[in-house]
């Protein structure tokens, strides 16, 4: 199995920073894709950024520019780093990956893991 473990929300102001990171932690995997969700208050989860194997990446469109996600390969991490952060950049923000693994019972691809999720309140 896998697990993933978020850090690094918190409360900033408008036009702020924050840095998110996401670490995959587990035995015989191997990560397809990793990226972070965000939900806020009344809305649905949305895509924020995704990074693919390969080493190519993809963003929403509001957060081009501003947000820019990274990869450390041995250490099986991802970043988000947000700046020029608004009040409706608020929510809480999730790591999710697909991924590839193997345990004692077989091996198994493409499995989705989530999060536990971080918040992020962007407020003066």
């Known amino acids: 199995q896998v697990q993933l473990v978020e850090s690094g929300g918190g409360l900033v102001q408008p036009g702020g920073s924050l840095r998110l990171s996401c670490a995959a932690s587990?035995?015989?995997?191997?990560?397809?894709?990793m990226g972070w969700y965000r939900q806020a208050p009344g809305k649905q989860r949305e895509l924020v950024a995704v990074?693919?194997?390969?080493?190519?990446?993809k963003y929403a469109e509001s957060m081009k520019g501003r947000f820019t996600i990274s990869r450390d390969n041995a250490k099986n991490t991802v970043y988000l780093q947000m700046n020029s952060l608004k009040p409706e950049d608020t929510a809480v923000y999730y790591c999710?990956?697909?991924?590839?693994?193997?345990?004692?019972?077989?091996?198994?691809?493409?499995?989705?893991?989530w999060g536990q999720g971080t918040q992020v309140t962007v407020s003066s």
């Open positions: 999710h990956g697909d991924i590839d693994y193997c345990s004692s019972y077989g091996c198994y691809e493409d499995v989705e893991y």
């Open positions: 990074w693919i194997s390969g080493g190519s990446t």
């Open positions: 587990g035995t015989s995997f191997s990560i397809n894709s």
